[in-house]
């Protein structure tokens, strides 16, 4: 008998179609994320799983799918997975690294420059019909070229969007909570590792692509807003509680920043009250790797590591490969 996988959330039609080669399919039709009541449900017969960064997996999730040989995640982080309880109950679970890199680094450059130069508050002008004519004084915004840019997670897609900023001549500093060095980012741009206290004093835009973990919960807070120049731009495509999104707010009212440009958020899809009537802020429904190459590349990377994990042979991008040894 075919394997049987269960897709939380419809997903491009060529990962469905390679899954539907080998395995018995069934999918989340409906576009919302399923309750937690609805997926526990869901997954109780299946021997394997593609989900979505909004879907917990966890203890519970995992004795609910006795039958589970392997999970795949349609997304690069994997905050919403218990890696460690997967490992012991020697279930291989995986993500889509590096296929979405460019587009979320892309989307990154996008929210700079539209917060940057008001891009956003402006259209809105003009569809209003109130501009009145040009104006040596109206609607300045701020410079690009030449700025300092502080990279905070100098991973795939912060070295990505770092390496962007060549044509923009702007000097780059990083820091990474594990104090690794980037070498590509140093060769190519002469950049500096440095700490991360520094890189919030010196900096005219942050771009935060750290992973999520305990450490890095709230890592932009009342504290860190304070040290910040009032000028600089804030750009997060990262992972929302990144940012204390409240402290943010106040931040932006009190001036202590210039603007922020959000694809994330702490408690999505809510946004912290007050944060939509902010101005200086351009806000995205998370949307940095929504591009139909991008998106594709995803749902067929999840559908062969979740064929991989059905087969005993490891994934492309396996998370706790030990396990398979183990079988």
């Not at 008001?118 to 209003?128: H, N, P, T």
């Not at 609607?139 to 840019?149: E, H, I, P, R, S």
């Not at 943010?248 to 702490?266: F, I, N, P, T």
Request: charged letters at 25%; proline letters at 6%; a neutral charge.
């Amino acid at each position: 008998m075919k394997p049987k996988v269960y897709v939380t959330r419809m997903i491009p039609r060529p990962g469905i179609e390679l899954l539907e080669t080998y395995c018995e399919v069934a999918i989340n039709t409906e576009d919302r994320p399923l309750s937690r009541a609805e997926l526990l449900d869901k997954v109780r017969d299946k021997d394997g799983v593609i989900g979505l960064m909004n879907d917990r997996i966890d203890g519970d999730f995992f004795d609910a799918a006795p039958n589970l040989r392997g999970y795949a995640n349609y997304a690069v982080g994997y905050d919403n997975i218990d890696v460690p309880e997967a490992t012991k109950r020697r279930i291989p679970v995986s993500n889509t690294p590096d296929v979405l890199t460019d587009a979320t680094a892309e989307l990154a450059w996008a929210l700079l420059f539209a917060v940057a130069r008001r891009v956003v508050e402006l259209d809105a002008v003009m569809r209003s019909g109130q501009w009145s004519g040009w104006g040596p004084l109206q609607f300045l915004g701020a410079d690009v070229c030449g700025k300092t840019l502080g990279i905070v997670g100098a991973g795939r897609i912060g070295t990505a969007m770092a390496l962007m900023s060549r044509g923009f001549r702007m000097p780059v500093i990083y820091a990474n909570s594990s104090g690794r060095r980037n070498e590509v980012l140093e060769k190519e741009l002469g950049a500096s590792l440095i700490p991360f206290d520094e890189l919030l004093e010196r900096s005219d835009y942050i771009s935060l692509h750290a992973p999520l973990t305990p450490q890095s919960r709230h890592l932009f807070n009342a504290k860190s807003f304070a040290r910040m120049k009032k000028t600089a731009i804030l750009i997060n495509t990262g992972r929302g509680p990144l940012i204390k999104e409240d402290d943010l707010v106040q931040a932006l009212k009190k001036g202590q920043l210039s603007g922020a440009g959000l694809d994330v958020y702490e408690f999505e899809p809510r946004m912290a009250e007050g944060l939509a009537a902010l101005p200086n802020t351009v806000l995205l429904p998370h949307i940095g790797s929504a591009t139909d190459t991008t998106r594709t590349n995803m749902a067929t990377m999840a559908a062969r590591n979740l064929l991989a994990m059905l087969r005993n042979e490891r994934p492309e991008t396996c998370l706790n490969p030990e396990v398979l040894a183990q079988r």
